[in-house]
Nanobody
Framework: QYQLMESGGGLGQPGGSLKLSCSDS????????IGWFRQAPGKAREGIVC????????HYEDSVKGRFTISRDNAKNTVYLQMNSLPPDDTATYYC?????????????????????WGPGTQVTVSS
């Protein structure tokens, strides 16, 4: 059974950076597309970035393009989300999710229900 876990959240300064990690201690993620989603209070969960199982497909939504970078290290069974130039609007709970469909990224990034496994989320707060 997959048990994704996010880490690296916390308090970030406006204009600053944070790096999130997504890993699974018991199962390999190398055959799965991985997406990062976020949900701010009172808002729907939105997909923001994803990568396919080989890391050859990288997709960014306009809201994070140029500021966020997704990468994966299959040897470490970890997917990273580097977040730069953070504005307060990036405050949200961030989730990673896994999908087995070859075309999940980016086809299903806008459809959270298409992603099979989810981590519990990590809170990111951008504030001075």
């Amino acid at each position: 059974q997959y048990q994704l876990m996010e880490s690296g959240g916390g308090l970030g300064q406006p204009g600053g950076s944070l790096k999130l990690s997504c890993s699974d201690s018991g199962s390999s993620l190398e055959s799965w597309s991985i997406g990062w989603f976020r949900q701010a209070p009172g808002k729907a969960r939105e997909g923001i970035v994803c990568t396919n199982e080989r890391g050859t497909v990288l997709h960014y939504e306009d809201s994070v393009k140029g500021r966020f970078t997704i990468s994966r290290d299959n040897a470490k069974n970890t997917v990273y989300l580097q977040m730069n130039s953070l504005p307060p609007d990036d405050t949200a709970t961030y989730y990673c999710a896994a999908a087995s469909s070859f075309s999940a990224c980016p086809t299903y990034l806008a459809s959270p229900r298409a992603w099979a496994y989810w981590g519990p989320g990590t809170q990111v707060t951008v504030s001075s």
